[in-house]
């Protein structure tokens, strides 16, 4: 194991070094895990985390402030967060859905079905009084009417899900539990769309870039990128790009820009593209950090967050550290 770990560590020296501080970790009053960010305002947000963790900044998340929930004696791990203006959304497991409608001062407990096929794991305001809501099995629901009655969007689930992303564009991205395949889906389509894994190597995560385009991580540090668009039909994909040939696992990623993109992964690794994932850098910033870097959060250009576990946040501070 040690020796892997020199092999590894190896790989991560190889690239060329991110030249300047790009992110800072941030203290959390808390060691669970944070898992999803959003913001009401530039500098009004929120996170909520495993352990019915939710917190609130007023700074723009440069320090966070531990708020109560009336959940009674149950713990929850709250997966997904989103406003639109001060109304807002929380999704968690077990099923759990929460609503706010004054920015977060006070919070309801929404009633699910017993029959909701799957756990709430994607949430998203659409507006005063809509929402939607995609589960781990892959149904969709909208509603219109502060979640009293809801609309399923697709006819039937699309199995348990690895995991399920959402484009600012609406269309969703699923990939299979044991990442032998991907699922889409848009809005119109009434059932998903299944596609195949394109190589041996299982899928890890997918998503999307800021036009809506896919990207896809497999086992072994392997990213490819949409070259083409499913949702139109034709599925073209990037040569696979390896970062580094020491196969770094790596866990997510997103975009900051069209052409700027953040990966993730294990023992803190945090890598970076400015050129669409042509060449890559390693950020050695953060290769103290104790922790496996799982996801990759922009709100915007200007705010990003990366989570990690036991208390583990990183803000994105673009190249300065005194950055607002």
Same mark, same amino acid.
């Given at each position: 194991?040690?020796?892997?770990?020199?092999?590894?560590?190896?790989?991560?020296?190889?690239?060329?070094?991110?030249?300047?501080?790009?992110?800072?970790?941030?203290?959390?009053?808390?060691?669970?895990?944070?898992?999803?960010?959003?913001?009401? $305002?530039? @500098?009004? *947000?929120?996170?909520? /985390?495993?352990?019915?963790? %939710? #917190?609130? +900044?007023?700074? !723009?998340?440069? &320090? =966070?402030?531990?708020?109560?929930?009336?959940?009674?004696?149950?713990?929850?791990?709250?997966?997904?967060?989103?406003? $639109?203006? @001060?109304? *807002?959304?929380?999704? /968690?497991?077990?099923?759990? %859905? #929460?609503? +706010?409608?004054? !920015?977060?001062? &006070? =919070?309801?407990?929404?009633?699910?079905?017993?029959?909701?096929?799957?756990?709430?794991?994607?949430?998203?305001?659409?507006?005063? @009084?809509?929402?939607?809501?995609?589960?781990?099995?892959?149904?969709?629901?909208?509603?219109?009417? !502060?979640?009293?009655? =809801?609309?399923?969007?697709?006819?039937?689930?699309?199995?348990?899900?690895?995991?399920?992303?959402?484009?600012?564009?609406?269309?969703?991205?699923?990939?299979?539990?044991?990442?032998?395949?991907?699922?889409?889906?848009?809005?119109?389509?009434?059932?998903?769309?299944?596609?195949?894994?394109?190589?041996?190597?299982?899928?890890?995560?997918?998503?999307?870039?800021?036009?809506?385009?896919?990207?896809?991580?497999?086992?072994?540090?392997?990213?490819?990128?949409?070259?083409?668009?499913?949702?139109?039909?034709?599925?073209?994909?990037?040569?696979?790009?390896?970062?580094?040939?020491?196969?770094?696992?790596?866990?997510?990623?997103?975009?900051?820009?069209?052409?700027?993109?953040?990966?993730?992964?294990?023992?803190?690794?945090?890598?970076?593209?400015?050129?669409?994932?042509?060449?890559?850098?390693?950020?050695?910033?953060?290769?103290?950090?104790?922790?496996?870097?799982?996801?990759?959060?922009?709100?915007?250009?200007?705010?990003?967050?990366?989570?990690?576990?036991?208390?583990?946040?990183?803000?994105?501070?673009?190249?300065?550290?005194?950055?607002?």
């Amino acid at each position: 194991m040690l020796l892997a770990a020199v092999v590894l560590c190896a790989a991560c020296q190889s690239l060329p070094a991110v030249e300047t501080l790009s992110w800072e970790p941030v203290t959390l009053p808390t060691e669970a895990s944070p898992l999803d960010v959003d913001f009401i $305002s530039d @500098d009004h *947000g929120w996170l909520v /985390g495993s352990e019915s963790t %939710l #917190l609130e +900044t007023f700074d !723009g998340g440069k &320090s =966070w402030e531990p708020r109560s929930l009336e959940l009674g004696d149950s713990e929850y791990r709250l997966t997904s967060i989103s406003f $639109s203006g @001060d109304e *807002g959304w929380i999704a /968690g497991e077990p099923a759990l %859905l #929460l609503h +706010t409608t004054d !920015g977060g001062k &006070s =919070w309801s407990k929404i009633g699910l079905s017993a029959k909701l096929p799957g756990i709430p794991k994607v949430i998203t305001a659409l507006g005063r @009084d809509s929402v939607e809501m995609a589960t781990d099995q892959g149904a969709i629901y909208e509603s219109n009417d !502060g979640a009293q009655h =809801w609309d399923a969007k697709v006819i039937e689930s699309v199995g348990i899900t690895r995991n399920i992303r959402r484009s600012p564009g609406g269309q969703y991205v699923a990939v299979s539990e044991r990442g032998n395949y991907y699922s889409i889906w848009q809005p119109g389509m009434r059932a998903w769309e299944p596609y195949n894994r394109n190589d041996s190597r299982k899928l890890q995560r997918m998503g999307f870039d800021t036009n809506n385009q896919l990207w896809m991580l497999s086992r072994g540090g392997q990213i490819q990128l949409s070259e083409g668009t499913p949702f139109g039909g034709e599925e073209e994909w990037s040569e696979p790009i390896r970062p580094n040939s020491g196969g770094i696992g790596l866990l997510d990623l997103a975009y900051r820009t069209p052409n700027e993109l953040w990966a993730s992964g294990g023992s803190g690794t945090l890598l970076r593209s400015t050129d669409n994932g042509e060449t890559w850098e390693q950020d050695v910033t953060v290769d103290n950090i104790p922790s496996s870097l799982f996801k990759v959060i922009f709100v915007s250009p200007e705010r990003g967050f990366i989570t990690g576990q036991s208390g583990v946040l990183l803000r994105y501070i673009g190249g300065n550290s005194q950055a607002a």
